[in-house]
């Protein structure tokens, strides 16, 4: 894909992942921490900074030429700021400043992070060799993101695909983004948990009260637990179909930590799906678990920033050209 390296970052509401990825979409080297979601912007800032520092005290750093960051949403990839649901201290925050100032000027292309698992899944996972795709990452929020006519479409903000907040319940609860009964309000980890617990589910001897605790009870026959699940997926369901009849996508991939529930979360979403997906021309839009598991957000930073290197060496080509 390139011959160069990129030091990728993946900035989320729990941790944020730094890692140096080299042209074959391999990691090199990794570094980590935990997100301090509720504090300042600085405080943040600083976690991300270390992870930077630890990524560049490799001597393998020498070889990158580039910086892609993948950012949970909204993001602005035109100014350059991130303003993330479930990091309140960063709003409209320069985080592409910061980071090129961080890594001594290095080039920086942001992108949501569904968008960086699409970028991902269309070159190493479930949807190579779609041209027409939606990814989503379903874990602590509900992103996405879009391949069109074969190209990833991250649109000019780096929004694009951010099924995470259609509205599918035009009554429901009042979701963080302000608007109401979100895709993400449904079916994220966090909400799956907070709906088992309020119709009375109870965690196991290990205290386990998040998705990953309702899974377990869902697939041991919970009612509540499965029921929880039932309505993520129906939600997802509506999400899907209706992008589908949009843009006419083939595959939906799905990724994430609620994903890793398996069929407790596909085998409803398929069911659902059946009954929204009516229209004929997407009947035949299929649903797949993403291939590029944890990582899928550095490989795919690391993709959009090469992508975006490889478009403004052909427009400044093009430049000379004219």
């Known amino acids: 894909m390139h011959t160069d390296s990129v030091v990728a970052l993946d900035i989320g509401g729990t941790k944020i992942a730094g890692a140096l990825v080299d042209g074959g979409g391999r990691i090199l080297v990794r570094a980590q921490r935990p997100t301090p979601a509720q504090e300042d912007g600085e405080t943040v800032m600083r976690a991300v900074e270390e992870v930077l520092a630890e990524v560049s005290a490799s001597p393998l750093r020498a070889s990158a030429t580039a910086v892609g960051v993948a950012s949970a949403g909204p993001v602005d990839a035109l100014a350059g700021t991130v303003s993330p649901v479930n990091v309140p201290g960063w709003r409209a925050f320069p985080l592409v400043e910061r980071v090129r100032l961080a890594t001594g000027g290095l080039p920086v292309t942001l992108v949501g992070d569904g968008v960086a698992m699409t970028a991902a899944e269309h070159w190493q996972g479930a949807a190579r060799g779609h041209d027409n795709a939606l990814c989503m990452v379903v874990s602590t929020g509900v992103g996405g993101g879009l391949v069109l006519n ?13 099924i995470g907040h259609i509205s599918v319940d035009l009554d429901g609860d009042l979701c963080p983004c302000g608007s109401r009964g979100c895709v993400e309000r449904i079916a994220s980890g966090p909400n799956i948990a907070r709906r088992a617990l309020a119709g009375g589910w109870k965690p196991g001897p290990d205290g386990d009260t998040s998705a990953a605790g309702v899974a377990a009870a ?69 649903v797949a678990p993403a291939l590029t598991g944890t990582d899928a957000g550095l490989v ?21 050209r004219g």
């Open 150 to 162: 074969g190209t990833l479409h991250p649109g000019p903000t780096g929004n694009a695909g951010h």
């Open 218 to 286: 869902a697939r041991a026959g919970h009612p509540v637990a499965i029921a929880s699940f039932d309505r993520a997926a129906q939600a997802l369901a509506a999400g899907i179909a209706a992008t589908a009849t949009l843009a006419e996508i083939g595959i939906a991939v799905v990724g994430g930590g609620v994903a890793n529930a398996g069929e407790v979360l596909f085998a409803p979403l398929r069911r659902s799906l059946q009954d929204y997906a009516t229209l004929s021309f997407v009947r035949q839009v299929k």
């Open 300 to 320: 795919g930073a690391a993709a959009a920033a090469a992508l975006h290197g490889r478009e403004g060496a052909t427009t400044r080509a093009a430049a000379v």
